[in-house]
């Protein structure tokens, strides 16, 4: 059921549309570009979306970022030492993560080598 602040707000609208107040309007036509934003409590997205915008970010999303970043250059890397040496900093960073934020250990980001120490461990050997 509609409540009157909503039927208003609805009116308001119909008859902006109507007068052709969203004609012309940048982007229109265009899917919306929507942040991605699910980790962050619902009380701090608003606070979060201010400091993004005068290029100032919260250390879990900085911390994020440099996160896939690091996947990113791990996955281009030929090297076998260097993949080693990346994916060391790549747990630490995910480690860093998880221990920053308050949420279930089923939500945390997992760390990237698990399968590579039990197959190390099964093989006796180095991963490459």
């Known amino acids: 059921m509609i409540t009157g602040f909503e039927k208003i707000v609805e009116e308001r609208i119909r008859r902006a549309m109507e007068e052709g107040a969203f004609e012309g309007l940048e982007g229109a036509g265009k899917p919306l570009r929507l942040e991605e934003d699910a980790t962050v409590p619902e009380e701090l997205r608003l606070a979060y979306r201010i400091l993004k915008n005068a290029d100032c ?3 879990e999303i900085e ?3 440099e996160i896939e970043k690091t996947e990113e250059l791990l ?6 030492e ?4 990346a ?4 747990n630490f960073l995910v480690l860093k993560a998880n221990s920053l934020r308050r949420m ?7 760390q990237r080598y698990l399968e590579r120490v039990v197959r190390r461990i099964e093989t006796g050997r180095r991963p490459r």
């Open 57 to 59: 970010l919260p250390p």
């Open 63 to 65: 911390l994020r970022r």
């Open 75 to 80: 996955s281009a890397m030929p090297d076998a």
């Open 82 to 85: 260097q993949k080693y040496r």
């Open 87 to 90: 994916l060391k900093k790549l």
């Open 104 to 110: 279930p250990i089923a939500l945390e980001i997992p």
